[in-house]
């Protein structure tokens, strides 16, 4: 197994940093928060190289987001990280983790993987179910139950420990991975507003990041908090060991990480035909329904026993959709990453292909098309162009849209975006202004609040607390 070690430090080099700013920073150019950190970004940047230079970035605490997610209106909780500077850390810390996780990952393990997604499935799908040429196939199809919500973080953490030597970088994506009783015993102490000293902060989060519970209560006792506060900090600290959050961009990378050697069993221990996996959606391909049976018997055992996870119990075994010999159409199609795919043909989800005419009447009634608009539209063209729905898109799409303008205005936006990057580029050396706060203006760098450090740090030790102390916590 290849292990990794210098990863922290590359993440310490003022382009990576700059860089991880503006691809955090994509689709929401327009608020203010972000405007602000990118017409300063020389001093953003300085400011958050130090603070993973000291180690001291800390989680913001965030209320879960309900949202209705896609065509089924599914519930569920998400958190919005900030973007200064919970986002951007991520986007370093990923940058170097995805070289992890794309190292010997299952060439059919997709979502949210580069050039892996649905269309990528769609087309191996396609050409698997091909392959059988009408002759007598099943389709077991299957996910796992609650996924993101249920990953071991122990088990998550031991699997990165296996290959990643740098201690820095690793303490970084324990960090992460234990956001939410960092953030919480953090907060629990600002509104306590007891002294703190930063190395003294620096270990807490440590102790926390690596399941050191005795350690973290040590220094939360260590601070005279007693009470109602001190039983909320205990309480946080032997808190939950379940999950990893929705809406994290570093969630994704860590769930495809977690399921890496789940795919290698599946396909070269369990001898399935033909497997593809979408996040934690699975399907495998084969002619015989015992052996898949059996297949699906050895991954729930898999699950169970090394990641402590357990399938949806709505899993199917099928027949796949065939013309018998008087050309009657029998068995199932397979739905899967919104195709729907029969034994003839492709065509789209009805949710998709309805919200594609909605979208297109919306567009025909505007009387000004907005860059997203535009862009979502050309996304639901791009279902249609790879799929056997043409004459649904004549019919209902093609008379309310103009392709070509829906092209000049995303090409127009992108234009506008490029040379506001240049601008920024040739005058972020002007770092007048401030910009948004969060949890890491309260500590940064050496105990002081990040605007304090900004202030004085032109001044040497101006801004610099003489007993290395922070008000704020």
């Known amino acids: 197994m290849k292990s990794y070690n210098n990863l922290y430090e590359p993440m310490l080099q003022d382009d990576y940093i700059k860089q991880c700013f503006k691809n955090a920073s994509k689709k929401k150019k327009s608020r203010n928060d972000v405007k602000d950190v990118l017409e300063n970004l020389d001093r953003e940047t300085e400011t958050l190289k130090t603070m993973l ?3 001291m970035f800390i989680p913001d605490f965030h209320e879960e987001s309900m949202i209705n997610d896609g065509n089924k209106y599914k519930i569920r909780r998400i958190l919005k990280p900030n973007y200064k500077y919970e986002q951007v850390v991520h986007h370093c810390a990923i940058g170097q983790f995805k070289l992890i996780v794309m190292n010997g990952l299952y ?6 993987i580069p050039e892996r997604g649905v269309h990528y499935v769609k087309k191996y799908m396609r050409k698997w179910l091909n392959s059988y040429d009408g002759k007598k196939m099943y389709v077991l199809k299957m996910d796992v139950h609650h996924f993101f ?7 998550l953490k031991s699997k990165l420990r296996q290959v ?8 970084l994506l324990c960090i992460f991975i234990e956001h939410d009783r960092i953030s919480e015993v953090v907060r629990i102490l600002e509104d306590t507003a007891v002294e703190i000293q930063q190395d003294d902060v620096k270990e807490l989060i440590s102790c926390l990041a690596f399941d050191d519970d005795a350690g973290a209560l040590k220094i939360v006792q260590s601070t005279g908090i007693t009470g109602e506060e001190y039983r909320k900090a205990e309480e946080s600290i032997k808190g939950n060991r379940k999950g990893v959050p929705l809406g994290y961009f570093t969630s994704q990378w860590f769930g495809n990480f977690y399921l890496k050697k789940l795919d290698h069993q599946i ?9 593809v996996r979408y996040m934690d959606d699975m399907v495998i391909l084969g002619k015989s329904k015992k052996k898949l049976h059996k297949i699906r018997k050895e991954i729930e055992t ?3 026993d090394e990641l402590d996870l357990e399938l949806k119990g709505d899993w199917q075994v099928f ?8 050309g009657k159409i029998k ?3 397979l739905d899967f990453v919104g195709f729907k795919f029969h034994n003839d043909r492709t065509t789209i989800r009805k949710s998709t292909i309805e919200s594609a005419r909605k979208k297109a009447y919306h567009i025909a009634k505007s009387e000004k098309i907005s860059w997203y608009n535009a862009t979502v539209m050309l996304s639901y063209l791009g279902w249609f162009k790879h799929t056997d729905t043409y004459e649904y898109y004549l019919k209902y799409i093609k008379p309310n849209v103009n392709v070509k303008k829906l092209k000049r205005i995303v090409s127009k936006h992108s234009r506008k975006e490029n040379e506001e990057r240049e601008r920024l580029a040739e005058g972020n050396g002007n770092t007048a202004g401030a910009s948004g706060g969060s949890r890491q203006d309260i500590i940064a760098v050496d105990g002081i609040p990040a605007k304090e450090y900004q202030a004085g740090a032109a001044g040497e030790s101006g801004g610099f607390r003489a007993d290395g102390r922070c008000l704020g916590i």
């Open 53 to 55: 230079r000291e180690e």
């Open 107 to 112: 060439e059919f393990s997709c979502g949210s």
């Open 149 to 155: 919500e249920s990953i071991d973080r122990r088990i």
């Open 164 to 171: 990643i030597r740098d201690v820095k970088y690793y303490r």
């Open 267 to 275: 396909k070269e221990t369990l001898k399935a035909e033909h497997y």
């Open 302 to 304: 898999y699950l169970h």
């Open 319 to 326: 027949r796949f959709e065939y013309a018998d010999k008087d």
């Open 331 to 333: 068995g199932r199609m």
